[in-house]
């Protein structure tokens, strides 16, 4: 097949032999199949940002680090600089997410390489070397699906032990392998310990796991493991090994609500700070927020 623009500088820099041909192509990438010397990988390409249909959200973006204050000003504003910085950093997001969970031993693709927007990593094939279904692909024995939702309770368990939540977790970015499930596409993931949306999102995904993995054992719908992970998190007790029951119950304590006023409060101030910190810094020398004194005192 013809090469894809976006993967003829892999071609030149060697990384990639030949292009054999389309995998899949999803709300924010194109996924081929290509030949690297004798090993037959993927090459994930992002579309660009005016042409996907999974925007990035403010939530998603919170608490992720950006090189240095002038990178951050520039996405703000939403200059074209900005927007590069923006789209630049939501690819990396995935290529960082999925070096540290695979060295954490989550099952995700192994990535190899990214270069112009174009990431080389595993694929994840099928026991006779297509690539690998979907879980929505597939029909489940209830033990089966007992089996493999207790195993990716684990993984998102293992996941939140590293700091990260999937954010998009489904039974649609879930592959099935000869080895059992594969989590993939994570360009979303955000940080557990940076983002206020983490716990609703964590809360999501495990909700999708129990109602997909419900079809076939619907008791599975009554769990709550997201709560209890949750928990063990904030107390700092959650590690790999972990035995979770499914079960939770709520705090019966009434709600401080002075508390929390206050706490709303000096989160209003700090951020009143952190703006006039900003606007001094980008204040052209010389110039002063005073008004100029009037004509009979110049």
């Known amino acids: 097949m013809k090469t894809p623009k976006r993967i003829e500088p892999l071609i030149e820099d060697g990384l990639v032999d030949e292009v054999l041909r389309p995998l899949m192509s999803g709300k924010e990438a194109a996924v081929y199949v290509v030949r690297c010397g004798k090993e037959i990988r993927c090459a994930k390409v992002y579309k660009e940002a005016n042409k996907r249909s999974f925007r990035q959200a403010a939530e998603y973006q919170e608490g992720r680090k950006v090189r240095n204050s002038r990178q951050a000003r520039a996405?703000?504003?939403?200059?074209?600089?900005?927007?590069?910085?923006?789209?630049d950093a939501w690819q990396n997001a995935e290529v960082a997410a999925l070096f540290r969970l695979a060295n954490a031993g989550v099952r995700v693709p192994k990535p190899f390489d990214f270069l112009e927007g174009v990431l080389l990593m595993e694929l994840v094939a099928d026991e006779y070397g297509?690539?690998?279904?979907?879980?929505?692909?597939?029909?489940?024995?209830?033990?089966?699906?007992?089996?493999?939702?207790?195993?990716?309770?684990?993984?998102i368990v293992l996941m939140l032990c590293t700091g990260l939540v999937h954010g998009d977790l489904s039974e649609f970015n879930v592959l099935l392998g000869p080895q059992g499930p594969v989590i993939i596409d994570l360009p979303q993931a955000v940080d557990a310990a940076g983002?206020?949306?983490a716990f609703s999102m964590l809360e999501r995904d495990v909700g999708n796991m129990a109602a997909y993995f419900g079809r076939f054992a619907p008791e599975l719908k009554r769990t709550r493991y997201a709560k209890e992970m949750w928990?063990?998190?904030?107390?700092?007790?959650?590690?790999p090994g972990s035995v979770l029951t499914g079960e939770f119950a709520d705090s019966q304590e009434r709600a401080d609500v002075g508390s929390v006023m206050r706490e709303i409060e000096a989160a209003r101030f700090d951020e009143e700070r952190r703006r006039a910190a900003r606007a001094e810094d980008e204040r052209p020398p010389g110039k002063s927020d005073e008004p100029p004194p009037p004509p009979w005192m110049q």
Request: net charge negative; glycine share 6%.
């Open 231 to 239: 928990a063990l998190y904030e107390a700092g007790t959650l590690h």
């Open 130 to 155: 297509d690539a690998a279904p979907r879980l929505n692909d597939v029909v489940l024995e209830p033990e089966q699906a007992r089996e493999y939702h207790a195993f990716l309770i684990s993984q």
């Open 195 to 197: 983002n206020n949306h």
């Open 75 to 87: 996405m703000a504003k939403g200059s074209k600089f900005g927007r590069k910085e923006a789209e």
